[in-house]
């Protein structure tokens, strides 16, 4: 590799490195301190007097908590109501199929904004306004997109002859699901719900519009943050947002990694 072409990999290395790591590392630098003020570049003292701040609130701990309960329920329901559609759409091939997965699509290529006000007219008249039930169903659908696509992918991966073997000796088509066709799409639906927990641990305009004042999650509760708090308070709440995905993320990269391990989970 000649000397020029090392230099512009490496200057397309560091703008990409800066652009994706410099915001992180600055919210991880205001996050630790106790003194930060225009036009100080760096924070003018460090310390954990924020933390002691944030973490002493009881409402950003209960924002916490609903957060995870929120993505929780959203994934299980999403599971529950997805699955069987993915694999019906993986199954079955009928007319409108291809218009119907589309149609997932077409629900992400507009600011979802219209789509939440259409949808919050429908929770006023069925009274789900402020209410977990709404908050957990408007995640829902804003999820369906990864619990649909993913897991069709993967179910039409699965060898149908496998499958077919297993009925020839005598097994139900509901213990071929669970012991053929589901182990070997698990991995595809693994991603697939961890994908929809994030979503709807991250998602805020949804959540706000059906569930504030009552139901308020850690991404609903940024807003009033960054608009009444210093930016310490900003950046601390950020980090506590950030840090369950990357645990989630780095476990499932792990589990993903140990194919010996995944092969067991799958096997059981």
Known sequence: ?????????????????????????????????????????????????????????????????????????????????????????????????????????????????????????????????????GVVLINVLNTMIFMIWIPTGAFQNVYQQQEEAARDVGAGPVRVFFTITFPSAAPAILVAAMYTFLGALDESQGTLLVGFPQIKTMATAMYGIILDQPPMVGAISALLLIMPAILILWGCYKVFGKKSFLKQLMIK
């Open 1 to 133: 590799m000649s000397k020029r072409k090392w230099v512009i990999n490496f200057l397309v290395l560091f703008v990409f490195a800066f652009f994706m790591y410099g915001p992180l590392l600055n919210t991880l630098m205001i996050a630790f301190a106790d003194k930060y003020q225009a036009p100080h570049v760096l924070p003018v003292t460090f310390g954990f007097t924020w933390w002691q701040n944030v973490l002493s609130q009881s409402d950003l701990w209960q924002a916490f908590i609903n957060s995870f309960l929120v993505a929780a329920l959203a994934t299980i329901v999403s599971m529950a109501i997805c699955l069987p559609a993915a694999y019906a759409l993986a199954r079955y091939h009928f007319k409108g199929r291809s218009l119907f997965l589309f149609s997932f699509l077409l629900s992400n290529a507009f600011p979802k904004i219209g789509l939440y006000t259409a949808i919050g007219i429908i929770f006023y008249k069925l009274q789900l306004m402020g209410t977990l039930t």
